[in-house]
């Protein structure tokens, strides 16, 4: 899994069109999006993910806790991001792990976002350039 990590004040985003034949269901409400005050999570889900996604799922919840606590973020954006890897898993494997993310990340207590996943999104975002700002992150499961 790859993860760029982008403290912003805020990231907003709009459903454009379809990117994938079957992308996820979403209602009229997730069209759209926006948190302010954010840490936006952008993540491909690659190949070698697939050989233990709930590892992966584990991994990248330490390293957004580590990030979002040194930034100070109590809120969390997962932004499913096709473009940090060559290597991509399969959409639905993506899809799950994403999901469970999301889930932990509620667990332990975030404001938390996921933006859409299979659709051409159009986004704006505004880092707010400090050291800390912009981090990025692989993770691999140990297998
Ligand atoms: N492995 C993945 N990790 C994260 N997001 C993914 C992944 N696979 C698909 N997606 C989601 O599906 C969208 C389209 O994926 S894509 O690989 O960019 N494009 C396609 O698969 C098709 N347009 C054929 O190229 C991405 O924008 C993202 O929302």
Redesign the pocket.
């Given at each position: 899994m790859r993860m760029l990590l982008i403290h912003s004040d805020y990231l907003e985003y709009e459903v454009k069109d379809r990117?994938?034949k079957n992308?996820e269901p979403i209602s009229e409400e997730q069209k759209k999006g926006r948190l302010d005050e954010v840490l936006a999570v952008f993540?491909?889900?690659?190949k070698v993910d697939e050989t233990n996604p709930e590892e992966v799922v584990e991994k990248a919840l330490t390293e957004i806790k580590d990030v979002a606590g040194q930034v100070k973020a109590n809120r969390v954006f997962v932004y499913?991001?096709?473009?940090l890897?060559s290597e991509?898993?399969?959409?639905d494997?993506?899809?799950d792990v994403?999901r469970k993310l999301e889930e932990r990340l509620r667990d332990e207590g975030f404001e938390v976002k996921r933006?859409?996943?299979?659709?051409?999104?159009a986004f704006k975002l505004s880092c707010k350039g400090h050291p800390l700002a912009e981090l990025s992150r692989t993770i691999v499961p140990t297998g």
């Open positions: 990117a994938l992308p993540i491909s889900v690659e499913p991001f096709a473009h890897s991509l898993a399969k959409p494997v993506a899809l994403l933006a859409p996943f299979g659709y051409y999104k």
